[in-house]
């Protein structure tokens, strides 16, 4: 017998709203686990750990969620020290060059 099952024959409605307020919950939970282990896969491949997704999946998924988040942090952190980002407009080094002088208002 399933929680829901014992919950639906011998529980209050209140119970019920309960156990299905937790079970969303739960469901959200498992989501976002489920998209921080896929960003943190994409760190690891990024950041060329010498193993193919399904590896780094397997082996990332042994993780709770304390370990896999302080994971992700370091290696968003490592990524952003060996990739920098970096404005590519034209208009943001500075003045406009000769031939942006034709453009000006």
């Known amino acids: 017998m399933t929680l829901q099952e014992l919950v639906s024959k011998s529980g209050t409605p209140d ?4 156990l299905n307020t937790l079970e969303r919950e739960a469901q959200f939970g498992r989501d976002c686990r489920k998209a921080m282990l896929r960003e943190t896969v994409s760190l690891g491949l990024l950041l ?3 193993a193919d997704e399904a590896i780094l999946q397997k082996a990332f998924s042994a993780l709770d969620s304390a370990e896999l988040s302080a994971l992700k942090n370091g290696l968003a952190q490592k990524a952003a020290a060996l990739f920098p980002s970096s404005v590519q ?6 003045a406009p060059g000769a031939l942006d002088a034709a453009y000006i208002i």
């Open 15 to 18: 119970l019920c709203d309960s």
């Open 48 to 50: 060329d750990f010498g």
């Open 89 to 94: 407009l034209p208009a943001a080094k500075g």
